[in-house]
């Protein structure tokens, strides 16, 4: 028998918009209120990441951002973890031997030690989740070779961070990583996405541009009020993941590159919905639907996503449900 992660929600709908930075959305902004720390502790362990439709944030770790017209996200890293996010995206580049995590040419705040510590304390207290985080070479002019020695000397076995990074680091050693794993192997594991050159390919995680990852990052100059345009474009990608075969991880991302604020595209502004209320009424007309729970988004990495959003993909999931969660939706057991 199958059990519904999502019962207890039934009921449940929007809540009030919550409002940051004077924006105000239905579908954003309020991940603090949002508890899903073991949505995936109930899901067959034989079915592949690639299966699944996962909740992301893009540019994770902007919450401390002092330029709030280029801020990506509003909570911190650990309020993301508990509230159901499951796959992160950051970039690193190497500051006096310290690998920081910057937002383009600005640092976000966070360097690497932190995140990693961030994300083995959350699976330390909940084993059978996974995290998939995306590590970018953030500084082009960087070689390849220098980015890994600071990787390598942060991730040392001899060192406390290191020692705790071979017991929660998928790897597969000098093999490389090569293909999409099951939730089974990564859970407890922090899954990464590699997004820099080693030499041997997946040393530390899938490699970005690998033939089993299928990517829609269009870099497009968008003003607010195109936002529509870019949502067609996103939705005709999600709409073709559920034709791929499971080998390939898909990612989605919502968010645009230059022209425009992110919380003015993730929000909405004037009056004009922003995408994250296109694709929270999209997927809840999704989950109306008979073969919703046959359809998958894969990975969604979004700016400022709300708990509704982000209760919507992970309803998604309920197909692969084979034993009830760890307690109460949301709530640790």
């Given at each position: 028998?199958?059990?519904?992660?999502?019962?207890?929600?039934?009921?449940?709908?929007?809540?009030?918009?919550?409002?940051?930075?004077?924006?105000?959305?239905?579908?954003?902004?309020?991940?603090?209120?949002?508890?899903?720390?073991?949505?995936?502790?109930?899901?067959?362990?034989?079915?592949?990441?690639?299966?699944?439709?996962?909740?992301?944030?893009?540019?994770?770790?902007?919450?401390?951002?002092?330029?709030?017209?280029?801020?990506?996200?509003?909570?911190?890293?650990?309020?993301?973890?508990?509230?159901?996010?499951?796959?992160?995206?950051?970039?690193?580049?190497?500051?006096?031997?310290?690998?920081?995590?910057?937002?383009?040419?600005?640092?976000?705040?966070?360097?690497?030690?932190?995140?990693?510590?961030?994300?083995?304390?959350?699976?330390?207290?909940?084993?059978?989740?996974?995290?998939?985080?995306?590590?970018?070479?953030?500084?082009?002019?960087?070689?390849?070779?220098?980015?890994?020695?600071?990787?390598?000397?942060?991730?040392?076995?001899?060192?406390?961070?290191?020692?705790?990074?071979?017991?929660?680091?998928?790897?597969?050693?000098?093999?490389?990583?090569?293909?999409?794993?099951?939730?089974?192997?990564?859970?407890?594991?922090?899954?990464?996405?590699?997004?820099?050159?080693?030499?041997?390919?997946?040393?530390?995680?899938?490699?970005?541009?690998?033939?089993?990852?299928?990517?829609?990052?269009?870099k497009l100059i968008l003003k607010a009020f195109l936002v529509e345009l870019k949502w067609h474009a996103v939705k005709g990608f999600i709409e073709l993941i559920p034709s791929r075969?499971?080998?390939?991880?898909?990612?989605?991302?919502?968010?645009?590159?230059?022209?425009?604020?992110?919380?003015?595209?993730?929000?909405?502004?004037?009056?004009?919905?922003?995408?994250?209320?296109?694709?929270?009424?999209?997927?809840?007309?999704?989950?109306?639907?008979?073969?919703?729970?046959?359809?998958?988004?894969?990975i969604i990495a979004m700016d400022f996503p709300g708990k509704s959003l982000i209760k919507q993909i992970l309803k998604l999931n309920k197909v692969h449900q084979v034993t009830p969660?760890?307690?109460?939706?949301?709530?640790?057991?």
């Amino acid at each position: 028998m199958r059990f519904s992660l999502f019962a207890a929600w039934a009921s449940l709908g929007l809540g009030y918009a919550a409002t940051h930075n004077k924006y105000s959305d239905d579908w954003s902004f309020d991940l603090d209120s949002a508890e899903n720390p073991a949505w995936m502790s109930g899901l067959d362990d034989n079915v592949p990441l690639s299966m699944l439709s996962i909740p992301g944030t893009h540019n994770s770790v902007t919450d401390r951002f002092g330029e709030y017209n280029t801020q990506s996200q509003n909570v911190p890293l650990e309020t993301q973890l508990i509230s159901g996010i499951r796959y992160f995206d950051i970039s690193c580049r190497d500051l006096f031997f310290n690998l920081m995590v910057y937002h383009g040419s600005s640092s976000t705040g966070y360097d690497l030690r932190e995140v990693l510590n961030t994300i083995f304390n959350f699976l330390d207290k909940h084993p059978r989740e996974t995290v998939i985080l995306r590590i970018q070479k953030g500084k082009f002019t960087e070689r390849s070779d220098t980015f890994v020695q600071h990787l390598e000397r942060l991730l040392d076995p001899e060192t406390h961070l290191g020692d705790r990074a071979v017991k929660r680091i998928f790897s597969k050693g000098d093999a490389g990583i090569t293909a999409i794993p099951t939730l089974g192997e990564v859970r407890g594991k922090v899954f990464i996405l590699q997004d820099f050159k080693t030499r041997v390919p997946g040393r530390y995680g899938l490699p970005w541009r690998s033939s089993a990852m299928s990517v829609y990052n269009f870099k497009l100059i968008l003003k607010a009020f195109l936002v529509e345009l870019k949502w067609h474009a996103v939705k005709g990608f999600i709409e073709l993941i559920p034709s791929r075969g499971s080998e390939k991880l898909c990612i989605t991302h919502t968010s645009i590159s230059v022209g425009a604020k992110p919380i003015e595209i993730a929000a909405g502004s004037e009056g004009k919905a922003g995408m994250n209320r296109y694709l929270g009424e999209y997927l809840s007309s999704k989950n109306k639907a008979p073969n919703g729970v046959t359809e998958r988004v894969g990975i969604i990495a979004m700016d400022f996503p709300g708990k509704s959003l982000i209760k919507q993909i992970l309803k998604l999931n309920k197909v692969h449900q084979v034993t009830p969660p760890a307690g109460l939706p949301g709530r640790p057991s």
